[in-house]
């Protein structure tokens, strides 16, 4: 993993079928330990299989959404090469890679291209990583086998109100449509960063952010098209789109009490 990221939620209230590789037994030497509680884990098993994305006796995520209903996640998730472990893996750990093509048409959303993992115990309403305050960690690397198009804006990581009308918070690349900002902002977001596997640092102070509407945090690709102001429904997106993102080390800690895992 070539970057490290956090989101820390300091706040009161409310903010927030392909061959099994071979185990590997050297133990990753930029490991860091997790200090806190999990709420979540999202880190792969390096035995996982694909095709466990699909069922929800398997899966780690919900098997069902946020999809195109045509295509499986054994048919979006890739299990990429190159740099095996960010700093919170261990040995057992893996990336993963949330691709979209031409067909990641989620309902009639035909603007975007998107696939985002859920965790499967992100309820949409009284979710444990919805309220208190909480570290969503996680590691990106870019594929420069399926890289994206940065004339686009990307969402990548993100969370989303219950009433899927709004986005609490994005992370995001490429070229930002106007943002427009209209949320009620009470509540506080920061942003812990490393390079490499170097510890985290915070890279930002605590910033406004409301996590009113609970909802649920997605991992993957959310692509806008260019030219419209109807981002959802219509838009330019060119054909034959191959693109991916690498994720790594994904979980959400308690930071109850100020805790966090650097
Ligand atoms: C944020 O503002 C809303 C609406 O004014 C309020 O109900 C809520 O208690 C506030 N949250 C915090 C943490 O101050
Ligand atoms: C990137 O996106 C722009 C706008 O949709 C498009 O014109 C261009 O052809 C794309 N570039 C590549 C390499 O796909
Ligand atoms: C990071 O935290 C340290 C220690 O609390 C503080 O001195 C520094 O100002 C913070 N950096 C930013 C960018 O907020």
């Not at 993993?1 to 820390?8: D, E, I, R």
């Given at each position: 993993?070539?970057?490290?990221?956090?989101?820390?939620f300091l706040a009161a209230a409310a903010t927030a079928v392909l061959a099994v590789p071979q185990p590997d037994h050297r133990p990753n030497p930029h490991k860091a330990a997790v200090k806190c509680p999990l709420i979540f884990d999202g880190r792969i098993k390096s035995r996982t299989p694909v095709t466990d994305f699909d069922s929800a006796s398997t899966s780690l995520f919900n098997p069902d959404n946020v999809k195109s209903s045509n295509l499986k996640w054994s048919q979006i998730i890739k299990f990429p090469e190159g740099e095996k472990w960010s700093r919170f893996d261990n040995r057992r750990h893996k990336p993963l890679e949330v691709t979209i093509s031409d067909e990641s048409v989620f309902k009639t959303?035909?603007?975007?291209?998107?696939?985002?993992?859920?965790?499967?115990?992100?309820?949409?309403?009284?979710?444990?990583?919805?309220?208190?305050?909480?570290?969503?960690?996680?590691?990106?690397?870019?594929?420069?086998?399926?890289?994206?198009n940065l004339t686009h804006e990307y969402l990548n990581i993100w969370h989303e109100t219950s009433d899927?009308?709004?986005?609490?918070?994005?992370?995001?690349?490429?070229?930002?449509?106007?943002?427009?900002?209209?949320?009620?902002?009470?509540?506080?977001?920061?942003?812990?960063?490393s390079k490499?596997?170097?510890?985290?640092?915070?890279?930002?102070?605590?910033?406004?952010?409301?996590?009113?509407?609970?909802?649920?945090?997605?991992?993957?690709?959310?692509?806008?098209?260019?030219?419209?102001?109807?981002?959802?429904?219509?838009?330019?997106?060119?054909?034959?789109?191959?693109?991916?993102?690498?994720?790594?080390?994904?979980?959400?800690?308690?930071?109850?009490g100020g805790s966090i895992s650097l």
């Open positions: 993993m070539h970057t490290s990221a956090l989101f820390g959303q035909y603007g975007f291209r998107r696939a985002g993992l859920i965790f499967a115990g992100d309820t949409n309403t009284g979710s444990p990583a919805s309220k208190g305050v909480k570290t969503l960690h996680f590691s990106v690397r870019q594929d420069s086998k399926r890289p994206l899927w009308s709004a986005n609490q918070f994005n992370f995001q690349t490429g070229t930002i449509n106007g943002q427009e900002g209209k949320l009620p902002k009470n509540t506080t977001l920061q942003v812990y960063y490499g596997n170097e510890p985290l640092r915070n890279v930002t102070k605590a910033v406004s952010n409301n996590n009113a509407g609970e909802g649920q945090y997605q991992f993957g690709i959310l692509k806008k098209p260019t030219g419209t102001d109807d981002v959802v429904n219509k838009g330019y997106q060119e054909s034959w789109i191959d693109e991916g993102q690498i994720y790594g080390g994904i979980f959400i800690e308690d930071s109850a």
